[in-house]
C-alpha cells in the first residue's frame, strides 16, 4: 500500500519529515516529492504550494504518478463554528468550493455542470480518525470544510460561506484534493488544525498559531498511519 501525504505548505508537512529517519527526494512537475517508508508502508510525502491550482496537480501526481492509492491531506485551517479554538482538529465529512460561482445562469454556489457541490471524504478513513482520537483521548471534530483560492480574514465572507454551506472552517486546498481523489477513486482524508478565526486579526493569528497547529495535525496523521491496514 502506497499513501500519499500531502500538505500546501513548509511547515505542513515539515513535522512528517522529521519523524522519518530517512526519504529520498525526487524532483518532479516543478515540485519535490518524498518517498519514505514508515512501520511497513510505502509514503509520498509533498507540499503542492497555496490554493486550488497547485494542490489540484500535487493530489494528480501523488496518484497518477508515484500510484498513491490513499491520500491524507495535513494542514491548518480558519475556524468558522465557535466551538473550534485555535490548535482543535477538524475532520472534514464533505468539502466545498466556496468561491466557485456561476450563479448567474440560475446554478446554486459552488456548483458547476458535471460536478458537485459536495464531494464526501472516505468513511473507513474518518472512522480510523475517530479511532485514533479515542486512543489520545483527544476530541476531533467532524464537519464541513469550505475551499476558495483566498485568504479569510473577513467576518462577512465567513457569514456569506455559512449562509450557503453551512460550513464549520476554511481553507485553501482540500476541496480540489477531494475532487481529484474521487474522480480517480483513490479514497482520501482532510485533516485540519485550527490556526486562526478567519476574521480582521485572522493574518496575525495566523503567523502565530500555524506552525504549532501544523504539528498537532501532522502528528495525528502519522498516528492514524499504524492503523490503516496496508
Ligand atoms: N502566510 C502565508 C500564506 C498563508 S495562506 C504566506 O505568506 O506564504 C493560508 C494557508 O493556510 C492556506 O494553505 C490555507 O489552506 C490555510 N488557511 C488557514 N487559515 C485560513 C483562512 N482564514 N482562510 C483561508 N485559508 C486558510
Do not use: W
Not at 85 to 113: E, N
Amino acid at each position: 500500500m502506497k499513501i500519499a501525504i500531502m500538505g500546501a505548505m513548509p511547515e505542513e508537512i515539515a513535522p512528517i519529515l522529521k519523524k522519518l529517519s530517512q526519504y529520498k527526494t525526487i524532483d518532479y512537475a516543478d515540485n519535490t516529492y518524498y518517498e519514505a517508508s514508515y512501520k511497513g508502508i510505502d509514503l509520498v510525502i509533498a507540499y503542492s504550494k497555496i490554493g486550488k491550482v497547485f494542490s489540484t496537480l500535487t493530489a494528480s501526481t501523488m496518484i497518477q504518478h508515484f500510484g498513491c492509492e490513499k491520500l491524507l491531506f495535513s494542514g491548518v485551517a480558519g475556524g468558522i463554528n465557535p466551538s473550534l479554538k485555535i490548535g482543535d482538529l477538524i475532520v472534514a465529512t464533505k468539502l466545498l468550493q466556496h468561491d466557485l460561482d456561476i450563479t448567474a445562469f440560475g446554478h446554486p454556489m459552488g456548483f458547476v455542470p458535471g460536478g458537485s457541490v459536495f464531494v464526501q471524504a472516505d468513511k473507513e478513513l474518518i472512522e480510523i480518525a475517530k479511532d485514533v482520537a479515542k486512543d489520545l483521548g483527544k476530541t476531533v471534530q467532524e464537519g464541513v470544510i469550505a475551499t476558495g483560492d483566498q485568504f479569510v480574514h473577513d467576518a462577512k465572507i465567513k457569514e456569506n460561506i455559512v449562509k450557503h454551506f453551512n460550513a464549520d472552517a476554511l481553507e485553501m486546498e482540500g476541496a480540489s484534493v477531494g475532487v481529484v481523489c474521487k474522480s480517480l477513486d483513490v479514497p482520501f482524508f482532510i485533516l485540519r488544525a485550527i490556526s486562526d478565526t478567519a476574521d480582521t486579526d485572522a493574518s496575525f493569528s495566523f503567523d502565530e498559531f500555524m506552525e504549532s497547529s501544523a504539528i498537532i495535525s501532522a502528528e495525528f496523521i502519522m498516528k492514524m498511519l499504524e492503523k490503516i491496514e496496508h
